[in-house]
């Protein structure tokens, strides 16, 4: 997935600039696009001690705790715990999302390491912030004598601060909670709320107090709902609706309507709290819904499906001049701006059924590395689809999810059955296919004694796996150690990319006559493909840039791994995000020069 949008007006000229730049993306919780700035930070100063700090604090914060973990000792921030009181914390930081993974007694083993870590750093310093965790993890560990000991004098050693100093806010919340005074908690969240406003809306601090929060009010059998209403992060919402009618033409959302769709959209999003949306940017609905989100200073994160100039020759010229100024002043105020594809329209609607499955995958992932809550709002006058794709069917594929969910009705609102999006059968037309590319690393130094051994046991093995998908595979080809698999469900994709792995590493390769070394790397790309047939094979078989893209991901991916693109990941946490999580890896040089592409390591949960 292309993106672009990128806010930076000029290359930061010192390290001190560069975490500045990284600190803009951290405050409205785009932990991934400050993660990539701090690492191109660290290309220009590779000494720069807390530009590695925000590399790594940015990966924990959102979830990708192995990854931070290994971030942590490749940057040397290890040697730097006795110097950098920060540091230390930092790994204790680490030592606690080990712990809250885990479960059982495993979970308190590993929440006293994490405990003692902090405490030696609060002993040092008196900083609230390792006191307050160190605390914390004492509840975790089981020691609640010594959880409440420890927030007692926390507590006692804070002071009313500047009003725009959350963390000291949210500390005394957290205190609080520990000790069971809800009352006192709920004075210091309206300060540290208040503080958070003044600071110019820190959504990632809330995320990840609101975690914290809620861990402690879990541990103490307090009810969520004390604070939920006012302290959890502000909401997301994936939008959608239909194109406004072109002058002198009918359609679903005609222009005399405006003023009434735009009223509801600015009435649902005051009432529901929403700091995030994403969704395209079509003449109609989609502009409406972001010039809401812009008036309230909410970040706006767009999704086109296809090559800008002809997106606007198709979406939003037909609607008149005025339409277009509207346009250019949303996608030039967006957060962010992505493309589905690069490729051409070619009158080819199936790139926006692919483009709104992206954005809605997109919004659902945000969710979760915010901690917050997720809704479709779609602008929809309850008819069916006509065509391919449409605002039905993306009411459609969003129920089946069971998140909420809001329509605005337009037109003479009827609601029709639900749609399901037809599939594109024919060949010689683009479909969106998850697409798998594997080799094995060391293949080609097999000689010929090992060669057959390799196709008995290994290839056997991966055949054997490949069979149970045989229902969900829509094309298979091998060539000597290469994979290529494509699949019409995310899911099963990821489900057979992980057996794959799982496969290779039961086999003795000693026992099987092969060297040790061999390893198998898999990569994962959801995307346009052209399905036609293959003269050669004489069956149908997939081509085109997102096959090639797929192919480039796989040399680039660490053995006994799983890496999947951003629209991967995103279509898979929007359909299967209980089973699998995508810990982000960073931007990623693909092989052949392809270009850098965002890469998530892919596992079970």
């Given at each position: 997935?292309?993106?672009?949008?990128?806010?930076?007006?000029?290359?930061?000229?010192?390290?001190?600039?560069?975490?500045?730049?990284?600190?803009?993306?951290?405050?409205?919780?785009?932990?991934?696009?400050?993660h990539?700035?701090?690492?191109?930070?660290?290309?220009?100063?590779?000494?720069?001690?807390?530009?590695?700090?925000?590399?790594?604090?940015?990966?924990?914060?959102?979830?990708?705790?192995?990854?931070?973990?290994?971030?942590?000792?490749?940057?040397?921030?290890?040697?730097?715990?006795?110097?950098?009181?920060?540091?230390?914390?930092?790994?204790?930081?680490?030592?606690?999302?080990?712990?809250?993974?885990?479960?059982?007694?495993?979970?308190?083993?590993?929440?006293?390491?994490?405990?003692?870590?902090?405490?030696?750093?609060?002993?040092?310093?008196?900083?609230?912030?390792?006191?307050?965790?160190?605390?914390t993890?004492?509840?975790?560990a089981?020691e609640?004598?010594?959880?409440?000991?420890?927030?007692?004098?926390?507590?006692?050693?804070?002071?009313?601060?500047?009003?725009?100093?959350?963390?000291?806010?949210?500390?005394?919340?957290?205190?609080?909670?520990l000790?069971?005074?809800?009352?006192?908690?709920?004075?210091?969240?309206?300060?540290?709320?208040?503080?958070?406003?003044?600071?110019?809306?820190?959504?990632?601090?809330l995320?990840?107090?609101?975690?914290?929060l809620?861990?402690?009010?879990?541990?103490?059998?307090?009810?969520?709902?004390?604070?939920?209403?006012?302290?959890?992060?502000?909401?997301?919402?994936?939008?959608?609706?239909?194109r406004?009618?072109?002058?002198?033409?009918?359609?679903?959302?005609?222009?005399?309507?405006?003023?009434?769709?735009?009223?509801?959209?600015?009435?649902?999003?005051?009432?529901?709290?929403?700091?995030h949306?994403?969704?395209?940017?079509?003449?109609?609905?989609?502009?409406?819904?972001?010039?809401?989100?812009?008036?309230?200073?909410?970040?706006?994160?767009?999704?086109?499906p296809?090559?800008?100039?002809?997106?606007?020759?198709?979406?939003?010229?037909?609607?008149?001049p005025?339409?277009?100024?509207?346009?250019?002043?949303?996608?030039?105020?967006?957060?962010t701006?992505?493309?589905?594809?690069?490729?051409?329209?070619?009158?080819?609607?199936?790139?926006?059924?692919?483009?709104?499955?992206?954005?809605?995958?997109?919004?659902?992932?945000?969710?979760?590395?915010?901690?917050?809550?997720?809704?479709?709002?779609?602008?929809w006058?309850?008819?069916?689809?006509?065509?391919?794709?449409?605002?039905?069917?993306?009411?459609?594929?969003?129920?089946?999810?069971g998140?909420?969910?809001?329509?605005i009705?337009?037109?003479?609102?009827?609601?029709?059955?639900?749609?399901?999006?037809?599939?594109a059968?024919?060949?010689?037309?683009?479909?969106?296919r998850?697409?798998?590319?594997?080799?094995?690393?060391?293949?080609?130094?097999?000689?010929?004694?090992?060669?057959?051994?390799?196709?008995?046991?290994?290839?056997?093995?991966?055949g054997?796996?490949?069979?149970?998908?045989?229902?969900?595979?829509?094309?298979?080809?091998?060539?000597?150690?290469?994979?290529?698999?494509?699949?019409?469900?995310?899911?099963?994709?990821?489900?057979?990319?992980?057996?794959?792995?799982?496969?290779?590493?039961?086999?003795?390769?000693?026992?099987a006559?092969?060297?040790?070394?061999?390893?198998?790397?898999v990569?994962?790309?959801?995307?346009?493909?052209?399905?036609?047939r293959?003269?050669?094979?004489?069956?149908?078989?997939?081509f085109?840039?997102?096959?090639?893209?797929?192919?480039?991901?796989?040399?680039?991916?660490?053995?006994?791994?799983?890496?999947?693109?951003?629209?991967?990941?995103?279509?898979?946490?929007?359909?299967?995000?209980?089973?699998?999580?995508?810990?982000?890896?960073?931007?990623?040089?693909?092989?052949?020069?392809?270009?850098?592409?965002?890469?998530f390591?892919?596992?079970?949960?």
């Amino acid at each position: 997935m292309a993106e672009g949008g990128d806010p930076l007006l000029a290359k930061p000229a010192s390290a001190a600039d560069w975490i500045a730049a990284v600190s803009v993306f951290e405050r409205d919780g785009t932990l991934f696009k400050a993660h990539d700035l701090a690492m191109q930070g660290l290309a220009e100063f590779p000494d720069a001690i807390w530009l590695k700090h925000r590399a790594v604090l940015c990966l924990a914060r959102a979830g990708a705790n192995e990854l931070a973990r290994k971030k942590f000792n490749e940057l040397g921030l290890a040697a730097a715990e006795g110097e950098h009181d920060d540091i230390a914390a930092l790994d204790a930081r680490l030592l606690k999302d080990e712990a809250l993974a885990a479960a059982g007694a495993e979970r308190q083993r590993k929440a006293t390491i994490a405990a003692d870590r902090y405490e030696a750093v609060y002993a040092r310093t008196r900083n609230y912030y390792p006191g307050i965790n160190a605390a914390t993890l004492r509840l975790v560990a089981g020691e609640e004598a010594l959880a409440e000991s420890l927030a007692r004098q926390v507590l006692a050693e804070l002071r009313t601060g500047p009003e725009d100093d959350y963390y000291l806010y949210a500390t005394q919340t957290e205190a609080a909670f520990l000790l069971g005074d809800v009352a006192a908690a709920r004075r210091f969240i309206q300060r540290a709320i208040h503080a958070n406003r003044v600071g110019g809306g820190d959504y990632s601090a809330l995320a990840s107090t609101w975690k914290q929060l809620r861990l402690v009010l879990e541990l103490k059998g307090l009810d969520p709902k004390v604070v939920a209403a006012e302290f959890a992060p502000p909401h997301v919402i994936y939008f959608t609706g239909h194109r406004v009618a072109a002058p002198g033409t009918s359609g679903r959302l005609m222009p005399d309507e405006e003023p009434a769709v735009r009223a509801r959209i600015d009435a649902h999003l005051q009432g529901s709290r929403v700091g995030h949306g994403y969704g395209s940017l079509s003449a109609g609905a989609d502009i409406l819904f972001a010039e809401a989100l812009l008036r309230r200073s909410a970040s706006l994160h767009v999704v086109l499906p296809f090559d800008l100039d002809e997106f606007v020759e198709v979406a939003v010229r037909p609607a008149g001049p005025d339409w277009m100024r509207r346009f250019e002043a949303c996608i030039a105020a967006a957060s962010t701006v992505r493309y589905a594809t690069e490729d051409r329209y070619l009158g080819d609607d199936h790139l926006y059924n692919y483009c709104s499955r992206i954005g809605m995958g997109l919004a659902v992932l945000r969710t979760r590395h915010l901690a917050s809550e997720v809704e479709q709002v779609a602008v929809w006058d309850g008819g069916p689809a006509r065509g391919v794709a449409g605002t039905a069917l993306n009411v459609a594929r969003w129920r089946e999810t069971g998140l909420p969910q809001t329509i605005i009705p337009c037109g003479t609102y009827a609601e029709s059955p639900p749609d399901h999006v037809p599939p594109a059968t024919e060949t010689g037309h683009r479909v969106v296919r998850a697409m798998l590319f594997g080799d094995v690393k060391g293949f080609s130094k097999l000689n010929d004694v090992e060669l057959p051994h390799f196709v008995e046991v290994l290839l056997g093995a991966v055949g054997q796996t490949l069979h149970r998908y045989d229902p969900f595979i829509s094309f298979a080809n091998t060539w000597g150690d290469g994979l290529f698999v494509v699949f019409e469900n995310v899911g099963q994709a990821a489900r057979c990319a992980l057996d794959l792995q799982a496969a290779m590493k039961r086999i003795n390769l000693a026992e099987a006559h092969l060297p040790v070394h061999l390893a198998l790397r898999v990569g994962g790309h959801l995307g346009p493909a052209y399905a036609a047939r293959d003269p050669v094979l004489k069956k149908t078989n997939y081509f085109g840039a997102h096959v090639s893209r797929a192919a480039r991901i796989e040399p680039v991916t660490p053995e006994d791994c799983v890496y999947v693109t951003e629209t991967f990941a995103a279509a898979l946490e929007f359909e299967c995000g209980d089973e699998f999580g995508c810990d982000y890896v960073g931007m990623t040089e693909s092989a052949k020069k392809y270009g850098a592409m965002r890469m998530f390591l892919l596992h079970r949960r």
